[in-house]
């Protein structure tokens, strides 16, 4: 069943909607970062993942390391990454790379994100942990991290790899409602997912539990605030919203562009169940912010 939000004022819009239009920012310093980047050998997800605020992200001096390739053992249906059944074997160099890039570009809060390596015994959660500690080292005392990791298909002793190197924020992404798990992620598992952020909140309360999600491919208004009842249950405490965009012919076509003011309503709903940080509007992703992040985190803590 689509979703129907008569009871806000609004009406679904089929067609790509004039909000769905990013800033055209930072196209300068965007070069001069990607250029940067690929001299490394580095990958980014704003530029994998076709990410439509990587110009304002870029201009403000913040990008998303993607660590592991920039190729995924699955093949999720709304994503732009390429899927592969031959991976390559990970840089031994990168995280050294990254903490490098990391302090030559200022930056303040480093996110490292990764393709899903299931075919790495640990699903690659040492890699994670080596360019955690290599930031440490290099970079900033003052300079806070983040981790949007796989799942690790629940493997706690993989989980522990990465949060024993304290991060200050642990995000694993719930992407949609459980009903299209099987449509749009067929080789993850939701309640799984569930368990991740669970078992990272109860490992260490200290850790700043994330995750994020899609709207737009079907899923009800219902569905959605069950979904984020859920989240608060396993301990979340930040949460971002944003609209689904197909990003290429091979992903799932858009089902609803959903309006402003029905992200503005979810923000207030999540909220109210005790998050403490929401980001939820059209053009949010994951590991956007819109406030320096330093200032998050005392909010939070």
């Not at 990607?34 to 490394?40: K, L």
């Not at 002793?157 to 990465?162: A, G, Y």
Request: aromatic letters at 8%; a positive charge.
């Amino acid at each position: 069943m689509p979703i129907n939000y008569k009871f806000l004022g609004v009406t679904i819009d089929k067609r790509k909607p004039v909000w769905l239009k990013a800033n055209i920012l930072g196209a300068a310093r965007t070069s001069k970062i990607t250029n940067i980047i690929h001299s490394q050998n580095l990958n980014t997800v704003c530029e994998s993942a076709r990410c439509p605020n990587r110009g304002e992200c870029f201009e403000k001096g913040t990008a998303v390391f993607m660590i592991l390739g920039n190729e995924c053992t699955r093949n999720c249906r709304f994503c732009a990454i390429k899927y592969t059944t031959e991976p390559k074997i990970p840089d031994p160099n990168e995280p050294e790379k990254i903490a490098k890039l990391a302090k030559q570009f200022g930056l303040e809060h480093v996110i490292i994100t990764s393709v899903t390596r299931d075919d790495l015994p640990d699903g690659g959660a040492d890699h994670f942990a080596k360019t955690l500690r290599k930031i440490r080292k290099i970079c900033n005392e003052n300079t806070t991290t983040e981790v949007l990791t796989p799942d690790f298909k629940n493997n706690h002793n993989s989980i522990d790899l990465v949060l024993n190197e304290n991060p200050t924020v642990f995000n694993h992404n719930l992407e949609t409602i459980p009903r299209l798990y099987e449509k749009v992620r067929p080789q993850a598992n939701y309640k799984q997912s569930l368990e991740v952020l669970k078992y990272a909140r109860n490992r260490d309360t200290n850790i700043i539990t994330k995750t994020g999600i899609m709207v737009g491919l079907g899923e009800t208004q219902r569905e959605v605030l069950d979904l984020l009842h859920d989240a608060r249950d396993a301990g979340v405490k930040m949460l971002t919203i944003g609209q689904y965009l197909q990003a290429d012919r091979k992903n799932l076509p858009v089902i609803d562009y959903i309006h402003p003011k029905i992200f503005d309503y979810y923000k207030k709903m999540a909220l109210k169940m005790g998050f403490q940080y929401v980001e939820s509007a059209p053009l949010v992703r994951s590991s956007y912010y819109t406030n320096k992040f330093n200032k998050i985190v005392d909010k939070i803590n």
